[in-house]
């Protein structure tokens, strides 16, 4: 199991290291093999709040504008001149609240979702399940769902559904890991 | 889950804001008795209850109304039943100062079963609540530990109320009288602060990383001197010293848990809740010792009555704290909240004014501070000084939580 670097962007630091699928095409391009049918099928088994990494021997530039059409930004890190590995994961808006005092983390989250576009989803991350902004999710209609990743560090996937697909908030999508 | 109910809380926080204000112009009105040191005088007697049942307990039991659903993921079971309990606990209570000051049997004898039905009761629906909790935690078992003692302070207290008219427990009454004031303030109430702030400390203090096993300890340890106290008090040594070796070696476990909050807090500034916390914290630290050299020293009555004046004022002041972050909070959270994203809201803080918080604090602490020194030193005149001071102090607690509470968007 591969988990992201520390350093890496907050939107790729909350995916589960779990959801992370990792394809290493370096071979294929050493013997000249095209690697975007394996590359493809990878990104097919990527969860919905997953990543997807690929080993390359050089920048798969290209891959860049593929990917970002599927709706995946990227982190790309260099580990040696022929060994580079490619981070695609969601394009989502990260709000980190842990070092703001109750009830500043609701007053800003609910602020954020305000601008949030139809069907994009917003994590924040938290020390804690905040409990009070639970109920006015649902009494938004946002879809949300919490995963209790550490002691101390819960993610809450919070998502805008869309305005054609909006569902009633009893069925929508509401998952509690711990 | 819904988001915290404000009435049921809201209620225990005005009834237990009166009582603390009532208590804190009695300590003016028991100075003479607190300088010489009867503690067991009438007048001392019932604005102890005032601060312990009145103060204390009132807002414990409001405080988990809020709490519980937050912390252990399940609110009350029965609202009904906590606000019957309420009226119940906060009737007895009046009528047991009265009965206690003015010496009057029939109002006495009502109020201790107004007091343990109402107890019994709220024990009742704590018991349900925290079965149903699934998170079994330092706070459900601190909780859970301080429910069992307030039911052993309960007991005590009542055979203690009866003996008042019969004198039936005889020579051993003063054993009697300080096995239930420390099962009440070491099993109820600092159990319930250690559980509590185990999760709202670094909640307000924005500390997170750092070692929180002291706390698990602190419960430990309390439990189980305060266990051995209610059982074995009539025991030498494994009833007594040992519970007070036990109860002192867990009041140092939740001050180090407490240190550890304070000292890995993200936010530098601490506000004057926070500070009066730490103060409270500063003055419970003083009790450990104190309470050493009472129990081994044959210590004088003023010696003593200081001792337990530390003791009540470190945990009144600390629920005193709570009241800057709780307080705020709920009324935020109550009308501000629904309106959160929509426009531009004040902040917590905005809803009071800082200056006059830490006016308040500052005035808490000296007030408590001046008490302990002069009880200790028998200084009269001191004692009312320190109990004006602590009353200016919690007077403007009362007006800034009043103004807090009439806040609008």
């Given at each position: 199991m591969i988990a992201p670097v520390t350093d890496a962007p907050l939107a790729l630091q909350v995916v589960d290291a779990a959801e992370i699928i990792e394809t290493d095409v370096r071979e294929d391009l050493r013997a000249g093999r095209e690697p975007f049918a394996r590359i493809m099928a990878a990104r097919g088994e990527v969860p919905v709040h997953g990543a997807l990494v690929v080993r390359a021997?050089?920048?798969?530039?290209?891959l860049y504008r593929v990917m970002a059409k599927e709706g995946f930004a990227h982190h790309t890190e260099r580990l040696a001149d022929d060994d580079w590995r490619v981070w695609f994961y969601p394009d989502v808006l990260v709000l980190d609240v842990r070092d703001m005092e109750p009830p500043e983390p609701l007053a800003h989250t609910l602020a954020a979702l305000e601008t949030l576009a139809d069907g994009r989803t917003l994590v924040q991350v938290n020390v804690r399940v905040p409990q009070f902004l639970l109920p006015k999710l649902e009494e938004r209609g946002f879809a949300f769902e919490i995963r209790e990743v550490a002691p101390d560090r819960v993610h809450l996937f919070i998502r805008r559904p869309s305005s054609a697909a909006a569902a009633p908030p009893s069925t929508l999508e509401k998952q509690h890991y711990v | 889950m819904s988001g915290p109910p404000l009435r049921l809380p809201g209620e225990h926080f005005v009834a237990g804001t009166l009582f603390l204000l009532i208590g804190a112009i009695g300590v003016i009105y028991a100075a003479p008795a607190l300088a010489m040191g009867v503690y067991a005088s009438p007048v001392v007697v019932g604005v102890t209850h005032l601060f312990t049942l009145g103060w204390l307990t009132t807002s414990l039991m409001g405080a988990l109304y809020q709490f519980l659903p937050v912390a252990l993921g399940q609110s009350i079971a029965s609202e009904r039943v906590a606000h019957a309990t309420f009226v119940l606990h906060v009737g007895a209570v009046s009528m047991l100062v009265v009965a206690l000051v003015r010496g009057n049997g029939i109002v006495l004898y009502a109020s201790l079963l107004t007091l343990t039905v109402g107890i019994t009761c709220f024990l009742a629906n704590l018991g349900v609540t925290l079965h149903r909790a699934e998170r079994r935690d330092v706070t459900w078992w601190a909780i859970c530990c301080a429910a069992v003692f307030l039911g052993a302070t309960m007991v005590l207290g009542a055979a203690l109320g009866i003996n008042l008219r019969t004198?039936?427990?005889?020579?051993?009454q003063p054993l009697a009288l300080g096995t239930h004031l420390h099962i009440a303030l070491a099993g109820w109430v600092l159990l319930v602060m250690v559980g509590v702030s185990h999760r709202l400390l670094p909640m307000f203090l924005l500390?997170?990383?750092?070692?929180?096993y002291f706390a698990r300890y602190a419960v430990a340890l309390i439990a189980s001197g305060a266990g051995l106290l209610a059982v074995?008090?009539?025991?030498a040594i494994i009833g007594r010293e040992v519970p007070a070796v036990l109860i002192g070696a867990g009041v140092i476990a939740f001050l180090l848990q407490a240190r550890e909050f304070y000292r890995k807090r993200h936010r530098r500034k601490l506000d004057a809740g926070l500070r009066l916390a730490a103060g409270a914290l500063g003055l419970l630290a003083v009790g450990v010792p104190l309470a050493a050299f009472v129990l081994t020293n044959p210590a004088s009555l003023r010696l003593r009555t200081a001792y337990v004046v530390v003791l009540v004022l470190a945990c009144s002041l600390f629920v005193a704290a709570h009241y800057y972050k709780i307080v705020p909070f709920l009324i935020w959270n109550r009308h501000f909240g629904p309106l959160a994203g929509t426009r531009s809201l004040p902040s917590v803080a905005d809803l009071y004014s800082q200056p006059m918080a830490n006016a308040a604090a500052a005035l808490l602490m000296l007030g408590a501070v001046t008490l302990i020194v002069t009880v200790a030193s028998g200084l009269e005149i001191g004692v009312r000084i320190g109990g004006v001071l602590f009353a200016t102090g919690a007077a403007i607690e009362a007006a800034q939580m009043t103004g807090i509470a009439r806040r609008r968007p």
């Amino acid at each position: 199991m591969i988990a992201p670097v520390t350093d890496a962007p907050l939107a790729l630091q909350v995916v589960d290291a779990a959801e992370i699928i990792e394809t290493d095409v370096r071979e294929d391009l050493r013997a000249g093999r095209e690697p975007f049918a394996r590359i493809m099928a990878a990104r097919g088994e990527v969860p919905v709040h997953g990543a997807l990494v690929v080993r390359a021997i050089f920048e798969p530039a290209p891959l860049y504008r593929v990917m970002a059409k599927e709706g995946f930004a990227h982190h790309t890190e260099r580990l040696a001149d022929d060994d580079w590995r490619v981070w695609f994961y969601p394009d989502v808006l990260v709000l980190d609240v842990r070092d703001m005092e109750p009830p500043e983390p609701l007053a800003h989250t609910l602020a954020a979702l305000e601008t949030l576009a139809d069907g994009r989803t917003l994590v924040q991350v938290n020390v804690r399940v905040p409990q009070f902004l639970l109920p006015k999710l649902e009494e938004r209609g946002f879809a949300f769902e919490i995963r209790e990743v550490a002691p101390d560090r819960v993610h809450l996937f919070i998502r805008r559904p869309s305005s054609a697909a909006a569902a009633p908030p009893s069925t929508l999508e509401k998952q509690h890991y711990v | 889950m819904s988001g915290p109910p404000l009435r049921l809380p809201g209620e225990h926080f005005v009834a237990g804001t009166l009582f603390l204000l009532i208590g804190a112009i009695g300590v003016i009105y028991a100075a003479p008795a607190l300088a010489m040191g009867v503690y067991a005088s009438p007048v001392v007697v019932g604005v102890t209850h005032l601060f312990t049942l009145g103060w204390l307990t009132t807002s414990l039991m409001g405080a988990l109304y809020q709490f519980l659903p937050v912390a252990l993921g399940q609110s009350i079971a029965s609202e009904r039943v906590a606000h019957a309990t309420f009226v119940l606990h906060v009737g007895a209570v009046s009528m047991l100062v009265v009965a206690l000051v003015r010496g009057n049997g029939i109002v006495l004898y009502a109020s201790l079963l107004t007091l343990t039905v109402g107890i019994t009761c709220f024990l009742a629906n704590l018991g349900v609540t925290l079965h149903r909790a699934e998170r079994r935690d330092v706070t459900w078992w601190a909780i859970c530990c301080a429910a069992v003692f307030l039911g052993a302070t309960m007991v005590l207290g009542a055979a203690l109320g009866i003996n008042l008219r019969t004198g039936f427990l005889g020579g051993v009454q003063p054993l009697a009288l300080g096995t239930h004031l420390h099962i009440a303030l070491a099993g109820w109430v600092l159990l319930v602060m250690v559980g509590v702030s185990h999760r709202l400390l670094p909640m307000f203090l924005l500390s997170h990383g750092g070692r929180e096993y002291f706390a698990r300890y602190a419960v430990a340890l309390i439990a189980s001197g305060a266990g051995l106290l209610a059982v074995l008090h009539h025991v030498a040594i494994i009833g007594r010293e040992v519970p007070a070796v036990l109860i002192g070696a867990g009041v140092i476990a939740f001050l180090l848990q407490a240190r550890e909050f304070y000292r890995k807090r993200h936010r530098r500034k601490l506000d004057a809740g926070l500070r009066l916390a730490a103060g409270a914290l500063g003055l419970l630290a003083v009790g450990v010792p104190l309470a050493a050299f009472v129990l081994t020293n044959p210590a004088s009555l003023r010696l003593r009555t200081a001792y337990v004046v530390v003791l009540v004022l470190a945990c009144s002041l600390f629920v005193a704290a709570h009241y800057y972050k709780i307080v705020p909070f709920l009324i935020w959270n109550r009308h501000f909240g629904p309106l959160a994203g929509t426009r531009s809201l004040p902040s917590v803080a905005d809803l009071y004014s800082q200056p006059m918080a830490n006016a308040a604090a500052a005035l808490l602490m000296l007030g408590a501070v001046t008490l302990i020194v002069t009880v200790a030193s028998g200084l009269e005149i001191g004692v009312r000084i320190g109990g004006v001071l602590f009353a200016t102090g919690a007077a403007i607690e009362a007006a800034q939580m009043t103004g807090i509470a009439r806040r609008r968007p």
